[in-house]
């Protein structure tokens, strides 16, 4: 696994021993931000279920300003804390241990996001409720993108403050984009 494009391009990443994580491949994360191009430069980026943080340190090597990597796994945050260091880009980065609710309360009142990675083991399907939670503590910029990994046919299911505004599929895998609803979408 490397870093694909940008400034930190080529770099090799570490990922923890077993299957306990599950590391975006390339080919998708290749596909993922050549989507996610135009919103990257000096984007505040969130990343709940980091794993070895590749997605966000892809974000960070592409023009992103800032990425709050969380995991609960201790192989994945020291691999994550390797990873950043293999970047070059700790003072961009910030890391967090704690399941994804822990992180959302401790972020909460941080300045809001702009990219959200969700990225959770596949047999967790809340990703509906973990938007709402985002939306509710202030963690989610107006314009914020929230992308979504999951098994295919699983979708987000998300209230009415969102909308799935695509997904792309690869193989198993397929990965939905999350916007806030405008306010009339909300109402009616």
């Known amino acids: 696994m490397r870093i694909i ?79 950043i260091e293999a970047v070059r880009c700790g003072d961009r980065c910030s ?24 990225d959770p083991p596949y047999r967790m399907e809340n990703t509906g409720e973990i938007c709402s939670r985002l939306r509710e503590a202030g963690l989610l910029s107006e314009e914020a993108l929230i992308v979504v990994e999951h098994r295919r046919g699983t979708p987000p299911e998300v209230d009415a403050h969102f909308r799935v505004d695509g997904c792309r599929r690869y193989g198993d895998t397929e990965i939905s984009f999350v916007v806030p609803a405008a306010q009339g979408e909300q109402d009616g």
Not at 95 to 118: H, M, N, Q, T, W
């Open 5 to 83: 494009a940008g400034e930190a391009r080529g770099r090799t990443l570490v990922a923890p021993a077993g299957s306990g994580t599950r590391p975006t491949q390339d080919y998708v994360r290749e596909s993922l931000f050549n989507i996610l191009a135009p919103r990257l430069e000096d984007a505040r980026v969130l990343d709940l279920f980091a794993g070895t943080g590749a997605l966000s340190l892809e974000a960070i090597s592409r023009g992103a300003a800032y990425a709050a990597l969380c995991d609960k796994d201790r192989a994945a945050l020291s691999c994550i804390r390797k990873n």
């Open 95 to 118: 890391v967090f241990a704690g399941d994804y609710a822990a992180c959302i309360r401790r972020l909460s009142g941080e300045k809001p996001f702009d990219i959200v990675f969700l």
